[in-house]
């Protein structure tokens, strides 16, 4: 297998046993960068010599006997919406293409602290805003799995990056789905954490809307459960830039293994090659050992309705600045969306606000009994490039789709998103929920899952197939 081919964790193995270096693995990714990127448009800065300087220090660290952690000497990618001293925080903007950041957001300072080493930006819509990955300043991103369809949003060049072997993890962020809807359009594995367990912070010069503070979070994407692991055991912890974020253990206290599924949990309608991945997670855990049981989750409904009054309130309020520079695609989406959500007033935001208690009364009783909630990512398979600018209509069938994905942001639940294997040439996925603080449950799973089916890749971009190596599956 080559480096480029190789997990997170097993290359930081590799580096610490001096079995390879980090300038070997480092400079093995950046081959592949420049082989699959032209092609993809996932990362939009490349930091070749600062990445290079960076594994020749942690070579020598080896030598002297110190190692900094797992992910000592791996390479990683980092989205434009976060920190990263020395480059531009653009958000996909090209009035943002001079925002270089002072320092590091706190994860990426761990992360640089656990000796990872920041290999480029990826690329994502305007302001993160879009269920698919295309910027104004850097252009479109292309799914490697079928050119036609969307590698998701807002965190698509991660996706992208990581299951095509560009790198071997990502840093995202999840406000509506982003890090778990991109996992899902490219066939890799995601973590949306907890909201408060990671400090969630990027220097600007006013304070985000209370919805995007109450339900975004940053968070790994990778092709190995472990690799999330690890990587979370990095970027947790308390930091006075997040005054939200805490201290908590990255493991608590034996749960029943007990899973509830849902196919449908909206009761709109699913796909059906997505309800197959289902059925293909519920058997492997099942194998695994756990109880499984099918359910009908509740307030699913009630809380995309919630979501919404409140994340269409705060569009309508965002500052001239965020409006004038949306993408041509991205006013037509947004368009859409306050067509379809245009009857909430001040009363329902405040409503919505109140209901968010209610969502989680229900599930933290449900999941007393059943600690993991398997369901879909999204009840439909990666959309046509272009279908989210399609009216209304389409656009609310996008939402309903996604409930589940909006419903574990709304009441701050723990996520796993994890491949199951390939259906009419795209990857299938499953959803992981855990109770809240409970990530390492959602982990334990997903690891179950990948030991009986495996991992989608590296794969080799469909524009490429043929000319370069064949996709690899890692069991």
């Known amino acids: 297998m080559e480096l480029w081919q190789t997990g997170a964790v097993e290359l930081g193995r590799l580096i610490q046993q001096g079995l390879t270096s980090s300038r070997d693995v480092v400079q093995a990714h950046l081959d592949r960068l420049h082989q699959v990127n032209p092609h993809l448009n996932a990362i939009t800065e490349v930091m070749a010599e600062a990445a290079l300087a960076a594994a020749?220090?942690?070579?020598?660290?080896?030598?002297?006997?110190?190692?900094?952690?797992?992910?000592?000497?791996?390479?990683?990618?980092?989205?434009?919406?976060?920190?990263?001293?020395?480059?531009?925080?653009?958000?996909?903007?090209?009035?943002?293409s001079h925002a270089v950041a002072a320092a590091d957001s706190p994860h990426i300072a761990r992360l640089?602290?656990?000796?990872?080493?920041?290999?480029?930006?990826?690329?994502?819509?305007?302001?993160?805003?879009?269920?698919?990955?295309?910027?104004?300043?850097?252009?479109?991103?292309?799914?490697?799995?079928?050119?036609?369809?969307?590698?998701?949003?807002?965190?698509?060049?991660?996706?992208?990056?990581?299951?095509?072997?560009?790198?071997?993890?990502?840093?995202?962020?999840?406000?509506?789905?982003?890090?778990r809807w991109p996992a899902q359009a490219c066939g890799v594995t995601a973590l949306r954490p907890t909201r408060t367990r990671v400090p969630y912070y990027a220097a600007a010069p006013a304070e985000l809307p209370f919805t995007i503070q109450m339900c975004a979070t940053n968070g790994p994407i990778a092709r190995h459960a472990a690799d999330l692991t690890a990587a979370l055991s990095i970027i947790s912890g308390q930091h006075p830039d997040d005054p939200w974020s805490v201290s908590v253990p990255l493991a608590g206290p034996p749960l029943p293994r007990s899973v509830a599924v849902t196919y449908d949990p909206a009761g709109v309608g699913v796909d059906p090659d997505v309800?197959?991945?289902?059925?293909?997670?519920?058997?492997?855990?099942?194998?695994?050992?756990?109880?499984?049981?099918?359910?009908?989750?509740?307030?699913?409904?009630?809380?995309?309705?919630?979501?919404?009054?409140?994340?269409?309130?705060?569009?309508?309020?965002?500052p001239p600045f965020w409006h004038d520079n949306l993408s041509a695609g991205q006013r037509l989406f947004l368009d859409a969306f306050l067509e379809v959500n245009d009857q909430y007033t001040l009363w329902d935001y405040a409503a919505a606000l109140s209901e968010r208690q209610a969502v989680a009364r229900a599930w933290a009783h449900l999941q007393q009994r059943y600690p993991i909630i398997l369901g879909p990512v999204s009840g439909d398979q990666p959309f046509e490039v272009g279908a989210d600018m399609r009216g209304a209509e389409t656009v609310a069938r996008l939402v309903d789709?996604?409930?589940?994905?909006?419903?574990?942001?709304?009441?701050?639940?723990?996520?796993?998103?994890?491949?199951?294997?390939?259906?009419?040439?795209?990857?299938?996925?499953?959803?992981?929920?855990?109770?809240?603080?409970?990530?390492?449950?959602?982990?334990?799973?997903?690891?179950?899952?990948?030991?009986?089916?495996?991992?989608?890749?590296?794969i080799t971009p469909a524009a490429l197939a043929g000319t370069l190596s064949d996709a690899v599956p890692a069991r």
């Open 275 to 318: 309800a197959d991945g289902i059925r293909k997670a519920a058997d492997a855990l099942a194998d695994a050992g756990y109880e499984v049981h099918e359910i009908d989750p509740p307030r699913v409904g009630e809380a995309g309705r919630a979501y919404a009054a409140l994340a269409s309130a705060e569009m309508r309020l965002n």
């Open 401 to 458: 789709g996604n409930l589940l994905l909006i419903l574990v942001n709304f009441i701050d639940l723990p996520a796993v998103v994890t491949p199951v294997g390939v259906a009419a040439g795209l990857p299938q996925s499953v959803q992981l929920i855990g109770p809240r603080y409970r990530d390492d449950v959602c982990l334990q799973a997903a690891q179950a899952i990948e030991d009986r089916l495996g991992v989608l890749g590296p």
């Open 56 to 96: 020749d220090a942690a070579d020598r660290e080896i030598r002297g006997g110190r190692s900094r952690g797992p992910l000592h000497g791996v390479p990683y990618t980092a989205k434009t919406s976060v920190d990263v001293a020395g480059s531009a925080t653009t958000h996909g903007v090209p009035a943002l």
């Open 112 to 179: 640089r602290e656990a000796g990872a080493i920041v290999l480029g930006r990826t690329n994502m819509p305007n302001f993160g805003f879009r269920w698919h990955t295309d910027s104004t300043l850097y252009g479109p991103t292309v799914n490697p799995w079928d050119p036609a369809r969307t590698p998701g949003a807002s965190s698509g060049g991660d996706a992208v990056a990581v299951a095509t072997g560009m790198a071997p993890l990502a840093m995202g962020n999840d406000y509506g789905g982003s890090l």
